[in-house]
């Protein structure tokens, strides 16, 4: 990660730098986003490219003019995953004046970010997991969730993608010793107990280096899934140790925290590899996968992949709030946009919708698989209501309620 920390800093000077040096933009104020990230350190894997993909987006947006003729300048804070260095980054935003704050970090970042978010007053927008206080039916209303929910409740729409490619699983549910590992799991067991389909739990602890103890249980039990939620590498690790065993079954892998490029490239066609994933990737080759291609070129972006097209959706987002608030930018105007909000994804990711109940909206994905070596989608959008009791299914982004 080293590399990175270095191309990071340097990314952050051309995005402040080019932005008051637009021509027309210098006679204005600028509308200020700060993004607190983990961009080195253990979940910099997942959290760098999305913080990438969102820079990418705010410095296409000023070369473009910005936002109703002002630039926006992105002020971006590495957290390294830490809950105190987070909490200390919202500080120095709060004395920046910023507008609105994007949290691209591990859920253990959330109490303090938001509790500094709650003094200063500036609303905060969370990815990758919903925090309890954006959740249905009375969210904080400086809290939302944005890009896909990785929330304990989303995760049963997994276990309705599991039931309709096999018709009886018997799911092994992996988590690792920490609480939102640990409650997204349990959770899903529960669930899938009330759907009558078998599961085994095992948790493990966060630094396992060695999962053939786990393996070994899942397949004398029987399983013909294995389904892990949490942090780090730890699916493809269960996957290969059974495998090596002569394991014929499958692995459901997350696309919201392992690039379809990482998956496309370890596993080369195995039949048994499926990916959930929220948006529509590259091998696509959408208009929107083209202009994000051209930024990374134009802008000095490497190491692209996949995730970069969730951080760039999260920039649509905060510019359709930014625009509909106008200027001169308040809490209070950020809000009322916020909490009546609809932005339209479409091809790439479902619409994100935000009401004064409900801060984090519907999740939905859909199933891939290999056609040969590349990943291609083999089902319907799985759509699920930010609680998980409301779940369906439907052909077409279009038709999501």
């Not at 997991?129 to 896909?148: F, K, R, T």
């Not at 799991?185 to 529960?190: A, F, L, R, S």
């Not at 392992?258 to 370890?266: N, S, V």
């Not at 009322?336 to 609809?342: F, K, R, S, Y």
Request: hydrophobic share 40%; glycine share 6%.
């Amino acid at each position: 990660m080293a590399k990175y920390r270095i191309i990071f800093m340097v990314l952050v000077v051309v995005v402040l730098v080019f932005a008051a040096c637009r021509p027309a933009a210098t006679q204005k104020e600028p509308y200020k986003i700060g993004m607190t990230a983990a961009l080195t350190g253990p979940a910099a894997a997942t959290a760098f490219p999305e913080a990438e993909g969102f820079r990418l987006y705010m410095q296409k947006l000023n070369d473009s003019g910005g936002i109703n003729g002002r630039p926006v300048q992105l002020t971006m804070q590495d957290d390294r995953g830490e809950p105190t260095q987070a909490a200390s980054n919202m500080r120095k935003f709060a004395d920046m004046g910023v507008h609105i704050v994007r949290n691209t970090s591990p859920s253990a970042t959330f109490p303090p970010t938001i509790q500094e978010a709650k003094r200063a007053n500036i609303p905060i927008v969370t990815t990758m997991v919903s925090p309890a206080e954006a959740m249905p039916p009375n969210p904080d209303p400086l809290v939302y969730m944005a890009s896909h929910d990785m929330s304990p409740q989303s995760l049963f729409l997994s276990l309705d993608a599991m039931k309709s490619i096999t018709p009886n699983p018997k799911i092994g549910l992996l988590a690792i010793a920490i609480p939102i590992s640990q409650l997204g799991i349990q959770n899903m067991d529960k669930e899938a107990k009330r759907m009558g389909i078998d599961t085994m739990l095992k948790v493990v602890p966060a630094d396992t280096v060695d999962i053939t103890s786990v393996a070994q249980a899942f397949q004398e039990w029987g399983a013909n899934w294995i389904y892990y939620f949490g942090p780090g590498a730890f699916s493809p690790m269960l996957f290969d140790a059974m495998q090596k065993a002569g394991w014929k079954g499958n692995l459901m892998e997350n696309a919201m925290t392992t690039p379809f490029e990482t998956i496309e490239a370890k596993y080369k066609g195995n039949p048994n590899v499926y990916l959930a994933s929220v948006y529509a990737p590259f091998s696509d080759d959408l208009p929107v996968h083209r202009d994000i291609k051209e930024a990374a070129k134009k802008y000095g972006s490497t190491n692209l992949n996949s995730l970069f097209i969730i951080g760039w959706n999260d920039g649509l987002i905060f510019t359709e709030i930014l625009k509909k608030t106008g200027w001169p930018v308040t809490t209070e105007k950020l809000l009322a946009t916020m909490q009546n909000l609809v932005v339209d994804r479409s091809p790439v990711m479902a619409p994100k919708k935000w009401t004064p109940q409900d801060h984090v909206g519907n999740f939905s994905f859909r199933v891939y698989s290999f056609k040969g070596n590349t990943m291609v989608a083999t089902g319907p959008w799985f759509v699920s209501d930010a609680r998980g009791e409301n779940r369906y299914t439907v052909k077409e982004l279009k038709d999501i309620k």
